[in-house]
């Protein structure tokens, strides 16, 4: 395990809470084996590099010293280029680090925002986490 400031740990790709949706989701063992989990705010989740048919990648954050944290944590990484920090509206509102190139503005299909991130199928949607326990 790597230890980035900010608290944001590199740990295998196999240990993200949500290793298991991208597996269906991408079919592409290879991106998998180059993916990473970090750990910012007590869960880790997964981080894909670009690659194949994936152009692109995001991991969104609440704050700016975070998702700086995460940039330094993914910066000597492969498949990770034009690491950058951006706000994005969905699916939550929040500040997000993007990798690989830049997303449209809209999508005019679900299909091609599918396969942008290189998903080759919606794949199950995860159990809803309640937000206090």
């Known amino acids: 395990m790597q230890q980035v400031q900010c608290g ?25 084996k180059r993916s990473v ?5 007590r869960m880790p989740f997964l981080a894909v590099p670009i690659g194949r048919t994936r152009r692109g990648g995001f991991f969104p954050l609440y704050d700016l010293a975070a998702a700086s944290a995460v940039c330094a944590a993914l910066e000597p990484l492969n498949g990770f280029p034009g690491l950058r920090t951006a706000w994005v509206a969905a699916p939550v509102a929040a500040h997000a680090v993007e990798w690989g190139d830049r997303p449209p503005l809209r999508w005019d299909t679900e299909g091609q925002r599918l396969a942008f991130y290189g998903f ?10 309640p937000l206090s326990g």
């Open 8 to 32: 944001v740990d590199v740990l295998p790709a196999g240990e993200a809470y949500d290793y298991d949706y991208f597996r269906v989701r991408l079919g592409d063992d290879q991106l998998l």
């Open 37 to 41: 989990a970090l750990r910012v705010y």
């Open 120 to 129: 080759t199928q919606p794949g199950p949607r995860p159990a809803p986490v």
